[in-house]
């Protein structure tokens, strides 16, 4: 049965449903999931990461814009990013866009995190891309376009070494938080949900550049930007690391890790204490999106992954939900 291209959801034929459709367009009408054009016809600039292999470094990125319900290629001021097959040689490269439209869905639908609206789109020829629209373009600034600033601007980190966005703790993202957010409590709430979504979900390369402030215009200040670059990428990189930081700082490990010798919902929950978020909150949260086991699996029976990597996948998830599900 043919699904939605955006949310997954059933349809009795191949497109949208109207209110992911209306999302993706801005309220302009038609949208189209299959486009003009060839991942050849992008004339894409490969990224080279001389340190560490990153998802995000390997991926090619475009700009378009929606014209009469057309998706044009544009060369800046787009309205979204699209995202092709990587030109990389990468294992299951051809599930890379399937991989991150799932993950964001997973994030918006079962963990209620917050993503600009995304769709997986096919090129002229049949291959898949993601799609997304961009977040930072509704802005009453001179060039129509919001500040943003990852977390490693905002910290001033340095860049001299290889695997300087590796280095550190989801700890101390606090602080960036607490330096750029007025609604301290509210961003940094957000961003621990986040982390725990990225454990959940295998994404082991969820560094200092994947999470961002982004300017508030309506009001004064920055607050965490909507969710990006999500991605299971242990599905690409098997052997990386379970988290791309230390939980603690100081490459701190709890009781609970060199006893069992992976992290636990108890070691999530004690980022959350030296957060000085509410505990009794932070913990009733995790439990729900832990209980959404059932959505989770037909969000990733219904998406584009090949059907290896589906049951991967799920597995996958299956054992960080066990993982997190240990409370003490």
């Not at 799609?131 to 905002?154: C, F, I, M, N, W």
């Not at 690409?236 to 636990?264: I, K, N, R, V």
């Amino acid at each position: 049965m043919p699904v939605c291209h955006a949310s997954l959801q059933e349809m009795s034929q191949e497109g949208y449903a109207p209110r992911y459709r209306q999302e993706l367009a801005g309220g302009r009408g038609s949208f189209p999931y299959r486009l003009d054009f060839r991942r050849s016809d992008l004339q894409l600039v490969r990224v080279q990461d001389s340190g560490r292999m990153s998802i995000s470094g390997v991926q090619d990125k475009v700009q378009l814009r929606l014209e009469k319900g057309r998706l044009e290629l544009t060369e800046s001021g787009g309205e979204f990013l699209l995202k092709p097959i990587p030109s990389t040689p990468l294992l299951h490269v051809q599930d890379v866009p399937a991989n991150e439209h799932l993950c964001m869905q997973l994030a918006r639908q079962v963990f209620g995190i917050e993503t600009p609206p995304n769709a997986l789109v096919l090129l002229a020829d049949g291959e898949p891309a993601y799609l997304v629209r961009r977040y930072d373009r509704a802005a009453p600034t001179s060039d129509g376009k919001l500040h943003q600033e990852d977390l490693a601007q905002v910290m001033g980190r340095s860049t001299d070494s290889p695997n300087w966005k590796y280095q550190g703790s989801y700890e101390e993202m606090a602080v960036a938080i607490r330096l750029s957010c007025p609604a301290v409590l509210v961003s940094l709430e957000r961003l621990w949900q986040r982390i725990v979504f990225c454990f959940a979900i295998s994404n082991g390369d969820a560094h200092w550049k994947n999470f961002s402030v982004l300017e508030d215009p309506t009001a004064s200040g920055y607050q965490l930007a909507p969710a990006y670059d999500l991605l299971a990428t242990s599905i690409h990189f098997p052997t990386e690391s379970p988290l791309a930081l230390d939980l603690f700082q100081g490459g701190e490990l709890s009781a609970s890790f060199d006893a069992l010798g992976y992290w636990t919902g108890t070691d999530f929950l004690e980022l959350a204490r030296r957060w000085s978020l509410p505990m009794e909150r932070s913990r009733r949260w995790l439990e729900s999106r832990l209980q959404r086991l059932s959505e989770a699996h037909e969000l990733i029976g219904r998406s584009f992954l090949s059907e290896a990597n589906r049951q991967a996948f799920w597995t996958r998830y299956q054992d960080r939900v066990r993982a997190l599900g240990q409370i003490g």
